[in-house]
């Protein structure tokens, strides 16, 4: 399993250096920048001999590796584009995005397991077609339509909730809602079905027929073995789940990466989408190696393979 | 076919859309297509034949608006579902059938870019390439591609194996007919499916790319651009921001819906116990 954990990471970290030197790269030859806006007059000659000279020299490998030496050793987004110091921004705004994210997941991860199981338990009926029903609505509209349809239900209609603002815990609700609900939805389609197939198996009938509770086997039973394809359902929506974060930043206005990183696109600012880009690669990273640790330890088959034998001989 | 016709929900579905793709396409061609002139003497217009849903806060009209934009949300998305399940189709099959180095390169590139958020790799090629409706499309394409990929390879892969397939070979068949006659044959459903479910992404694509106003720029109606330029209006108008929305959500949700009937209309086996 260390093995294996060990493996992913090292994939994972290869992964990021060359992501971010591809964006590199591709930011550095872009034609355009913010300089040619600032008002120096009759100068384009220095400006130009400016862009020769971060261009040229020292060469971009150089420059990539000194850039990326910079952000490990002391988290210091240098910027080529913009002469002044990124991190303190980065640092504050990394808050902010991390505490969504994680709210996010555990989000997921709470509501997810419980309505799929719920779903599962009670298959066939009105609680079923509307959890199952309502998972579909969710999983296919976009974040910020869901976003409205909150805003305009929860802030304007029933006035219970306030649709801007950061600083309490009451804000956190509805950008909570909007980054998880894409996600959440096809998680519990997911543990829905995989319960659903986990009680159709013989054992399930065994267990029923000794008299064992209904809430044991539903969560001691099925739910473990249908546990595995459901982390690794939410593995895959990382992606999705970033994505709803910058959303969801944008729409509630919370001053995130994601936010920032959108103001950067509008005013073609380089350097903070890369150093945005850097900050957003790690994040997936590291919730990726976090859920393929919760699946090694969830799944006996990669278990069994750290302990020296395998069951599939 | 049949099956799918039996299936009233996917058929419902089916209607709506095709009403809405086919008044998108109807009614600017019936005069109902100058949606930039201001008539500023006619900010929030009463309802009336010539305003079906009013007018926006500059006097245009908000209905010509919506079918406008319209055009462009399910056009755009579908040029680039179409770009990107035909060059996703080509890229899966090359790689599941050939194998070897290919295929290694193919699938490592596409799960890398399955793990970056799509509005990440959308931008950079907008930025790379510039900004304009093509390469917009160009750019949701290959965002969407690796998804598309991956699944027609893993199709492939499961037709490749199969004893027809050696049975060609012996015969000293070429590949290219061995692809076209026997293995398309197999996967046209799931390429069919993956076509539908494509084209609904691409949909929230586009749009979350137009109200993060990153995608096409304001004059031209975009439903997602338009809920973005219309929202501090919210309050006092509210429609003008949920009908936009209203317009994503039941398009997306249709498709969906279609994607759901078709896979089960042609892939029975797989999903009968439910």
Known sequence: MFKFIRNRILGAIGVLFAAVFAVFTILTYLPGSRLRYLPIQGENDLLDRYFALIKASPNLLTRYLRYMYNIITRF????NFRHHDLSAEILTRTRLTLLLTVLGFVF??????????????????????????????LASIPPFCLAIYLALIFCLGLKLLPVFGYAKPVNFILPTVTVSAAALANVIQICRFQVIEELNKPYVRNLQSRGQRESVILFRHALKNALIPTVSVIREMTATIFMSTFIAEWFYAIPGIGYYMIKAINSRDYGVILACTVVIAIFIIIFNIISDVVYCLLDPKMRSKEMGYSQDV | MKRFLHNRVALAALII???????????????????????????????????PFSTDNLGRDF??????????????????????????????????????????????????????????????????????????????????MPSVIQTIRAAVLSVREKEF????????????????????????????????????????ACSVLG??????????????????????LIQSRGHLVSIPCLFISVSVLCITMITNGLRDALDPKEYQHE
């Not at chain 1, 210091?76 to 910027?79: A, D, G, N, R, V």
């Not at chain 2, 949300?73 to 099959?93: E, N």
């Not at chain 2, 049975?167 to 290219?176: F, I, Q």
């Not at chain 2, 026997?182 to 949909?203: D, E, K, P």
Request: hydrophobic letters at 50%.
């Open chain 1, 76 to 79: 210091h987004f240098t910027s």
């Open chain 2, 165 to 204: 397939i050696s049975a060609a070979k012996v015969l000293g068949k070429s590949d290219w007919y061995i692809i076209t006659r026997h293995v398309m044959r197999n996967v046209y459903s799931t390429i069919l499916v993956q076509f539908c479910s494509t084209y609904g992404a691409s949909i929230v």
């Open chain 2, 63 to 144: 209905f010509t608006r919506m079918m406008v934009g319209g055009r462009y949300t399910l056009g755009l998305s579908l040029v680039s579902t179409v770009l990107a399940v035909l060059f996703g189709t080509v890229i899966g099959t090359l790689s599941a059938y050939k194998g070897g180095l290919l295929d290694r390169i193919v699938v490592s590139l596409c799960e890398a870019l399955s793990a970056v958020p799509y509005i990440l790799i959308v931008i950079i090629i907008e930025v790379a390439l510039g900004w304009g409706k093509g390469y917009f499309s160009l750019a949701i394409a290959i965002a969407r």
């Open chain 1, 108 to 137: 997921i991860v709470v509501f997810g397991i419980i309505l799929g199981v719920i779903a599962a338990h009670k298959r066939g009926t009105w609680i079923d077609r509307l959890i199952s029903g309502a998972s579909m609505f």
């Open chain 2, 211 to 232: 109200y993060l106003e990153i995608g096409i720029s304001s004059p031209v109606p975009e439903w997602g651009r338009m809920v973005a330029d219309y929202f501090h």
């Open chain 2, 17 to 51: 859309f095709t009403l809405l793709l086919l008044s998108c396409v109807v009614f600017p061609l019936l005069g109902y297509s100058d949606y930039e002139s201001l008539h500023l003497d006619q900010q929030y217009a009463p309802i009336s034949l010539q305003h």
